[in-house]
């Protein structure tokens, strides 16, 4: 099957029917339907509307409450959890970040953890608000298990993403927003669907030995071996542990147990830069500091030096005009009745 193009708009809003008609209510329909656009238009597919069909099976299995309100306690000046009460990760991360962001526009720093959540998407949409708010955004989610610790032989930990957005006076925002795994689980079917040969490092067998042969993996690979194994356990530290979630192997299943709720953590903190130095000195150092990134000589086989973010920012440019690129099979679904 091939694929369609169909503006932003008409996405968000098949999505957020399709939530409707399984049960959610109409304004936290509408948030989830906004940061699965938002993945779209930056062309993170895998993390967009193509979503929707699942969080639908899982509303109507009774594995994520429709009707969840989610509960902000503050716990000091800069400090505070949400007990999401079981709902979507879109809706319940929004929270979270922004009381993180009202934190450090008054105190300087924010720091929020997220309970009792679900799936939440792709992080570039929380650490973007921060930065838009000319803040330094953190955010951090576990992920149950598919992922190898490195030099064991079978999945333990999630991909479990992290990401950072930077604010700059000018320039569009730093934004790194990376799952730990070296790739996701949808490049492995790719290439197996291809019949193409995988590079070492990407994905292991069932004795925990690397292999080339797509249809041999079972779990991936952390990226950077030990380093980005080290970095896969932090993010369950941070959004696992401090939010007094599970980890790793001990966390709900995302296409199991449909019923089940997910019990996912998460962490998200604002950095408010006018707290540590100038702050416009601080934006004007990160514009230069991207500018002579973007300008650094490329080596031979590259176009040119990108930043994180720059390349999702430049889809979502064009995106916005010519419309977000979906698998004809998904919008079949959404449009269905
Ligand atoms: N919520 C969850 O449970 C969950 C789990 C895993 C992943 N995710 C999401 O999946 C999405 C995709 O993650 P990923 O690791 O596959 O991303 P990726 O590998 O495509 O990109 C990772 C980072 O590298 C940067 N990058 C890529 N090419 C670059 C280049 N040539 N020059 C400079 N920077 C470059 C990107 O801008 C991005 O910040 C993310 O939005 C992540 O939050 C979510």
Same mark, same amino acid.
């Given at each position: 099957?091939?694929?369609?193009?169909?503006?932003?708009?008409? &996405?968000?809003?098949?999505?957020?029917?399709?939530?409707?008609?399984?049960?959610?209510?109409g304004?936290?329909a509408?948030?989830?339907?906004?940061?699965?656009v938002? &993945?779209?238009?930056?062309?993170?597919?895998?993390?967009?509307?193509?979503?929707?069909?699942?969080?639908?099976?899982?509303?109507?299995?009774?594995?994520?409450?429709?009707?969840?309100?989610?509960?902000?306690?503050?716990?000091?000046?800069?400090?505070?959890?949400?007990?999401?009460?079981?709902?979507?990760?879109?809706?319940?991360?929004?929270?979270?970040?922004?009381? &993180?962001?009202?934190?450090a526009?008054?105190?300087?720093?924010?720091?929020? !953890?997220?309970?009792?959540?679900?799936?939440? /998407?792709?992080?570039?949409?929380?650490?973007?608000?921060?930065?838009?708010?000319?803040?330094?955004?953190?955010?951090?989610?576990?992920?149950?298990?598919?992922?190898?610790?490195?030099?064991g032989?079978?999945?333990?930990?999630?991909? *479990?993403?992290?990401?950072?957005?930077?604010?700059?006076?000018?320039?569009?925002?730093?934004?790194?927003?990376?799952?730990?795994? *070296?790739?996701?689980?949808?490049?492995?079917?790719?290439?197996?669907?291809?019949?193409?040969?995988i590079?070492e490092?990407?994905g292991?067998?069932?004795n925990?030995?690397?292999?080339?042969?797509?249809?041999?993996?079972?779990?991936?690979?952390?990226?950077?071996?030990?380093?980005?194994?080290?970095?896969?356990?932090?993010?369950?530290?941070?959004?696992?542990?401090?939010a007094?979630?599970?980890?790793?192997?001990?966390?709900?299943?995302m296409?199991?147990?449909?019923?089940k709720?997910?019990?996912?953590?998460?962490?998200?903190?604002?950095?408010?830069?006018?707290?540590? !130095?100038?702050?416009?000195?601080?934006?004007?150092?990160?514009?230069?500091?991207?500018?002579?990134?973007?300008?650094?000589?490329?080596?031979p /086989?590259?176009?040119?030096?990108?930043?994180?973010?720059?390349?999702?920012?430049?889809?979502?440019?064009?995106?916005?005009?010519?419309?977000?690129?979906? &698998?004809?099979?998904?919008?079949?679904f959404?449009?269905?009745?």
């Amino acid at each position: 099957m091939g694929t369609v193009k169909i503006s932003a708009e008409e &996405a968000k809003e098949l999505v957020i029917q399709k939530l409707i008609s399984a049960g959610l209510n109409g304004d936290d329909a509408d948030k989830v339907a906004e940061v699965l656009v938002h &993945a779209d238009l930056r062309n993170v597919n895998s993390h967009g509307v193509l979503r929707t069909e699942h969080y639908m099976n899982r509303l109507k299995a009774g594995g994520i409450n429709p009707e969840a309100k989610p509960v902000f306690k503050g716990t000091g000046p800069v400090t505070g959890i949400v007990d999401g009460k079981d709902g979507f990760g879109h809706v319940i991360g929004d929270i979270a970040m922004d009381h &993180a962001i009202q934190m450090a526009q008054e105190n300087g720093v924010g720091m929020v !953890t997220a309970v009792n959540s679900s799936h939440c /998407g792709a992080l570039s949409y929380f650490v973007q608000k921060a930065a838009d708010a000319k803040l330094i955004g953190i955010a951090m989610s576990h992920t149950d298990k598919i992922v190898v610790p490195f030099g064991g032989k079978s999945s333990f930990l999630g991909t *479990n993403p992290i990401a950072y957005g930077v604010p700059s006076k000018l320039k569009k925002p730093f934004i790194l927003d990376m799952a730990t795994s *070296n790739v996701a689980f949808g490049k492995i079917l790719q290439a197996r669907e291809e019949g193409k040969e995988i590079p070492e490092g990407w994905g292991v067998d069932e004795n925990g030995r690397a292999v080339t042969d797509p249809n041999k993996v079972v779990s991936l690979s952390t990226f950077g071996g030990p380093k980005g194994y080290g970095l896969s356990v932090i993010v369950d530290v941070f959004s696992g542990l401090l939010a007094g979630a599970a980890f790793g192997p001990h966390i709900n299943s995302m296409y199991g147990d449909l019923d089940k709720k997910r019990k996912l953590g998460h962490y998200f903190c604002a950095i408010n830069p006018s707290f540590f !130095t100038d702050r416009d000195v601080f934006l004007e150092q990160m514009d230069r500091m991207l500018e002579e990134l973007q300008n650094a000589e490329p080596a031979p /086989g590259f176009e040119r030096v990108y930043v994180p973010g720059e390349i999702e920012q430049l889809h979502e440019e064009r995106n916005r005009v010519e419309g977000i690129t979906i &698998a004809e099979s998904v919008y079949e679904f959404l449009k269905s009745r």
